[in-house]
């Protein structure tokens, strides 16, 4: 059974940071893209940041130099630190494979960045 479980998420001040971690169940995770989504309620889910199985990210531009992706594979692992939280940046956090698998959503982890 393919599981990823997201955690991390919470309410935070604009310029605050989080570290959002994403465990995967299934060691096949060590093999392959992993990327971080977010989604707003209305709003299409967004691919914000991949990376690779070998550690090479990427990130969409409206996150770049802001967001970093990380990955411990031995731990089957990835992390998604967030910095300079934006209001903008209000949605549930996702993982998933990049591309991502329908079968495989979590449940997600809220951030909510506000005042």
């Known amino acids: 059974q393919v599981q990823l479980v997201e955690s991390g998420g919470g309410l935070v001040q604009p310029g605050g940071s989080l570290r959002l971690s994403c465990a995967a169940s299934?060691?096949?995770?060590?093999?392959?893209?992993m990327g971080w989504y977010r989604q707003v309620p209305g709003n299409e889910r967004e691919l914000v940041a991949t990376?690779?199985?070998?550690?090479?990210?990427d990130y969409t531009d409206s996150v770049k130099g802001r967001f970093t992706i990380s990955r411990e594979s031995a731990k089957k692992m990835v992390y998604l630190q967030i910095n300079s939280l934006k209001p903008e940046d209000t949605a549930v956090y996702y993982c998933?494979?990049?591309?991502?698998?329908?079968?495989?959503w979590g449940q997600g982890t809220q951030v909510t960045v506000s005042s």
């Open positions: 998933n494979t990049s591309p991502a698998a329908p079968a495989w």
């Open positions: 990376i690779t199985s070998n550690g090479t990210a």
């Open positions: 299934n060691w096949i995770f060590r093999y392959v893209a």
